[in-house]
């Protein structure tokens, strides 16, 4: 069975699976170049039909995550084209008369306030929402929506609708969960929690053999909507930059926080397994602004994901307490907070905590079509998630004739070995790779990443102000090989970490060797364990550099500059490359050399 994965909402993506098994999946930003694109993945869609060589008449099934997902979100694309600026007028003019002055506003209200302020509305391809859409009908929106979205992949793969199913937002999250699991477990509680779902912000459900039986939901977990909120009352972007709020809260500490976590903590109170809304507050953004005024913005980090870790951990051991299972997996956007995931997986009562990579929204194509082949594939098994790198291949079709044309100034190297690319890391260069299928997700594991030598603070520096841009708090991460892992790192519990999504310290005798790579304040490190069976080349050359260095271990970060979508194509990374400070790009097997020596 051939099944059709979709994500129209906030992070927009498609996937597909053939006979149980995930074989391409790409996010719409790579292909549309617009960070954190939403709304429906038409380029997405034709990329992973082509990458498969699947024909749109070989497609069983099209798997759709979530029933409104927005709704007016995918037209207007908040999470990429508002700015900070936009944010606060969205508060101001919708949710502060909602909430406050107890305006009866709906959703359409917020999008109305963007219809004249963002004209390319009127080329999305749901344009037709906007037409049939009214103030009268409001009920009738989301039966709208739904009707628009099955026209709209009707005309594109030229399907019957009857082979369209649309399913749930949180269970999408839970079948992800479940099945994105490196060590599987046959039974375990999987518990969502995030922002907003299509009818909760956190459910609980049991696992048992590959089914999912929900057991609690609830509306009222506030959690994800805080850090979106802090997030915004700190100067950043909601929905793309809370990692950085999570990066900085190891630089605070109780002296300067202790308020801003007394604060967190009247939003929610966990009765049993039960999330109970206080009721304290009319909103988040306006009160927390009122009762931090004048806080300092590394305090009310440090207050917010200490609660995050204390209300996450309450929660869970209260699960495990009365549904006797100690495997947990969690899902949906608070899953992606690592640091919160580390302090869990570090209780001995817990024995284990998994989170898929890209276990918020970016995934939900994906747990969609599982569900989907759990539902109506009876004859395959699932085979859950092998690696993420699933998306394009840069072809050697005219490659050497664009590097020519782009890079004329610069020495080309043919037929590069990884042993040069490993001694050119170990004299301190930069080098952007690009080998192999790309990445699924916001995380670059080796196939379109900045790598450089782990055992340098000079590279993080130089990555930092000359090519990334980043903000000056935040980490780097390594890969390294899963065999060095268990050398470096203390990991008591045997936890396989592949995808970059859960945090170890190192041991003592690795904090100083590679100072590249470990959080400045806290010491942590967000590994990929590489397997040589997931990236044989890639794998190799953390082997090569290890003869260089004495560790199989390489700073990694994402090919792209800050702001941008990371690389898809050859034009993209010749671009980059050439807007950046690298030293080296390496595509497929040519490399490109800006200078052969270490800038000092």
Known sequence: MIILGICDSIESHACLIKNGELVAAISEERLSRLKADAGYPKKSIDKVLEIAGIKTSEIDLVAVAGYDNGLFQSIYKPGALFSIKDWLEQNEKYW????????????????????????????NIYKELISRANKKNVKDHLRIFNEIRKKVICNQLKINKRKIKIFRHETCHQYYGLFSQQQYKNKSLILTIEGAGDDSSATISLAKKGKVKEIYRTNEAMLGRLYRYVTLLLGMKPGQHEYKVMGLAPYGQAYHGLKSLNHFKNFNSIVGTKIIKKKIFKDVYYSTREQLHGERFDGIAWGLQTYTEQFLKKWILNCIKKFKLRDIILSGGVAQNIKAVKYIQDDKRINSVWSGPISGDGSLSIGAAWLAAKTFDKKNKIKGLKNIYLGSEISDKNLEKTIKKKCKKFKLFKKIKNKQIAKWLSEGLIIARCRGRMEFGQRALGNRSILADPRLASSVEKIN????????????????????????????????????????????????????????????????????????????????????????????????????????????????????????????????ARRLKKKK
């Open 96 to 123: 502060k008369p909602k909430l406050y002055n107890n305006k009866k506003l709906e959703e359409i209200d917020d999008f109305l306030i963007w219809k004249k302020k963002y004209p390319y509305i009127k080329k």
């Open 465 to 592: 102000s000359k090519i990334k841009y980043r903000d000056f708090w935040m980490p780097f991460t390594p890969s390294m090989t899963f065999e060095g892992s268990k050398k470096i790192l203390k990991n008591p519990k045997n936890i396989y970490s592949p995808f970059m999504t859960m945090a170890f310290d190192l041991k003592e005798k690795y904090i100083d060797q590679l100072p590249g790579v470990i959080h400045p304040a806290d010491k942590s490190t967000r590994p990929q364990m590489l397997k040589k069976n997931d990236n044989p080349d890639y794998y190799n050359l953390l082997s090569e550099f290890e003869k260089f260095s004495g560790l199989p271990v390489l700073l990694n970060t994402s090919f792209n500059l800050h702001g941008d979508a990371i690389v898809e194509n050859a034009d993209q990374a010749l671009n980059t490359f050439l807007k950046s400070d690298l030293d080296i790009l390496v595509i497929n097997n040519f490399a490109i």
